[in-house]
């Protein structure tokens, strides 16, 4: 892990004060078409106000209220962990502001959402006890003791994620004058007090403690808040937490961080554990510690992580299984460990600068996170199955569904992690696109976009991005000024993009130059001219691809890719050929006919699918059959669904 200087006044969720590379913000990054500007556009006219509604109609905000009008615990609604859903969606909306505050015409929206922000801020600030203690199911009368069910009770786990949304707060407005930070900087300060050295030694049963206070502590230049995080990392392992019939690897007690050989346990606790873990090491220069968990990232990747780069699965305790244990139809992939699995890739490429990283983060981006919402971006899946043998009812739109049980999108959950952290990834998602070092700048993810950046040295860096990726793999950056001095662009070549090729074309009609671009990162150096152009071709053809042998559950079957997207097959596209009056799970797939585009209507728009010819074992009757990109099923009402499909 090379390390360089990295400053931290910049609009980012993570901003590690060393590492091979510094993470571009949402000031010096915009997302302005595509895909992921659609996303954006929907999630902050539509999802947040929906995220809100459900947050009062359930009560878990009108919680704080009771708190301070000494009503609790009678009236108090929600899981013990509800707070924490309420933190989120304050980080939401910190981030949706800090996107906006960029955009020409977006005054009147940062307005608004800035009044609803500090409205909210308001009524948590005033629950808080005047030692720092906040949380509303613990801790008053009638209440359980603070501190007393640290195994299931997410005191902590809650705090983390008000921790965060401090810091994007004060990373996006460091001046507001709301409260929202002096809140998370009490709290943590009761934390260190209580749990520093010296004092109560055991972990929160839920990590996240220790991703919030490191990062707070990056924030806030308050060393206090890296140690604390540090010491919580150390602990696990230690056997602290009672036994459960999981075993303590559900929380992550069972071994040291730095002892472990892969992720295990609780999916989302496992990622937040390592994004923390990760955080320490960086910033205390601990070599052991990163190598160990670079190694836990590598082995989860290879033989943990479904094709769609979902993690965990299983049901009873949303974990991980163990080596090639993947089976599609009880793939629990949740929404939520997709999120925490970028965001400890993230930071390890940062640390490392490695193209991995991002490839994973591409992947789980594009067929988890994305998966997760509706196209309106009122509706979620909290699990994401890899198939599914029966088609299910419509979730009610009005009322509350029991996790992960609905077979198709819901509008709130029981348990609503989801919908506010995807609703904050995506807020945030242009500060996850690129990087700077000393040498230039580099393009991890690709979308249409604005980058603005300065190098350390004072050399200020502008281009555009230009593409339809990934429904074309053209990548075309354009330089929006001229550059004094030269400087490096560096595109990150997918681990899927063999034949890949880079080229510069110079503006004013100079020669234009040609290499292949070989998986990992290619790079042009030069003293750029505005107009100056370089174009990266990525091969987007659909594509076969066979699961590794040691995954029972899958083997003799293919799933279908075009770049980074997973593709799906659905009942609905059957209607209309010969097989529609087969059993869905007689189809097989000829390998022997490669997949083709094909350009048809899905829901409300046209989307660029993909043909396979599909074979009915019993009758031998044949079809070439749309699949649809996975992020994108489940949209036109019920179906029966499958991810890897038999081949013949």
């Known amino acids: 892990m090379t390390m360089t200087s990295a400053p931290t006044s910049h609009a980012v969720p993570v901003a590690p004060s060393t590492g091979a590379l510094r993470p571009l913000g949402l000031d010096e990054v915009r997302i302005t078409g595509g895909l992921w500007a659609e996303r954006q556009r929907v999630n902050g006219t539509a999802t947040l106000d929906h995220i809100e509604h459900w947050l009062e109609r359930e009560g878990w905000l009108a919680n704080y209220d009771l708190a301070v009008a000494g009503s609790l615990p009678d009236g108090r609604r929600g899981r013990e962990f509800s707070d924490s859903e309420v933190y989120k969606y304050l980080e939401a909306l910190s981030w949706e502001i800090g996107r906006l505050q960029s955009v020409s015409d977006a005054a009147a929206s940062v307005d608004r959402l800035e009044a609803r922000l500090r409205a909210i801020v308001t009524r948590v600030a005033a629950a808080q006890e005047p030692d720092g203690y906040l949380n509303t199911r613990f801790g008053r009368p009638g209440q359980e003791p603070r501190w007393t069910d640290l195994e299931w009770g997410h005191e902590l786990y809650c705090l983390g994620h008000l921790f965060q949304a401090a810091v994007a707060r004060v990373r996006t407005r460091p001046d507001a004058d709301d409260g929202l930070v002096e809140v998370a900087r009490r709290a943590a300060d009761l934390v260190c007090e209580v749990f520093g050295e010296g004092g109560d030694e055991r972990i929160c049963g839920h990590a996240e403690v220790e991703v ?12 206090r808040y890296l140690e604390q995080a540090r010491i919580f990392v150390e602990r696990h392992g230690r056997g602290t937490l009672a036994d459960i019939e999981w075993g303590r690897s559900y929380y992550q007690d069972d071994a040291a961080v730095r002892d472990a050989d892969a992720l ?36 989860t990747l290879e033989r943990r992580t479904y094709v769609t780069g979902g993690q965990g699965s299983h049901h009873q305790d949303e974990a991980f299984g163990e080596d090639w244990e993947l089976p599609s139809d009880r793939a629990y992939s949740e929404t939520c460990a997709g999120v925490a699995s970028v965001m400890f890739s993230w930071r390890l490429l940062l640390a490392s600068g490695e193209a991995r990283h ?140 063999g034949g890949a090729t ?21 790079s042009v150096e030069r003293a750029f001219a505005a107009g100056d152009e370089v174009v990266l071709e990525l091969p987007t053809t659909p594509r076969f691809v066979a699961p590794d042998a040691r995954v029972d559950a899958v083997r003799g079957c293919l799933v279908v890719e075009r770049g980074p997207e997973v593709f799906a097959l659905e009942s609905v596209d059957l209607a209309a050929t010969p ?10 797939v000829d390998p022997r006919v490669a997949p083709v585009d094909a350009v048809v209507g899905v829901g409300t728009g046209d989307d660029a699918r993909v043909l396979v010819r599909l074979v009915d074992a019993r009758t031998d009757a044949a079809a070439d059959v749309p699949l649809v990109p996975y992020h994108a099923w489940a949209e036109r009402g019920p179906s029966t669904m499958r991810v890897w499909i038999p081949a013949l």
């Open 212 to 223: 919030g206070l490191a990062e707070l502590g990056r924030a806030l230049g308050e060393p």
């Open 264 to 299: 295990r346990g609780h999916s989302v606790r496992a990622n937040y554990l390592a994004a923390g873990a990760t955080d320490v090491a960086v910033e205390s220069g601990d070599r052991e510690l990163f190598d160990a968990l670079d190694r836990q990232w590598d082995r």
């Open 358 to 497: 991002a490839d994973l983060i591409e992947r789980t981006l594009f067929n988890v996170i994305e998966t997760s919402p509706d196209a309106s971006g009122t509706a979620f899946y909290y699990a994401n199955t890899l198939h599914q043998r029966v088609p299910g009812a419509p979730a009610d739109p009005d009322a509350v569904s029991p996790r992960a049980h609905s077979s198709l999108r819901a509008p709130w959950f029981d348990v609503s992690c989801c919908p506010p952290n995807t609703a904050r990834t995506f807020a945030s998602l242009a500060a996850y696109l690129a990087t700077a070092d000393a040498s230039g700048v580099q393009l991890h993810q690709y979308a249409p976009s604005i980058v603005r950046t300065v190098l350390a040295d004072g050399r200020a860096v502008a281009f555009e991005v230009e593409t339809s990726y990934p429904r074309s793999g053209s990548i075309v950056v354009r330089m929006l000024a001229d550059s004094a001095e030269p400087w490096r662009l560096s595109l990150r070549v997918p681990a899927w993009a």
């Open 502 to 522: 880079l080229a510069l074309r110079p503006t004013g009609g100079g020669e234009a130059q040609r290499w292949p671009a070989e998986p990992g990162i290619v």
């Open 579 to 588: 097989l529609a009056a087969s059993d869905f799970a007689d189809l097989r």
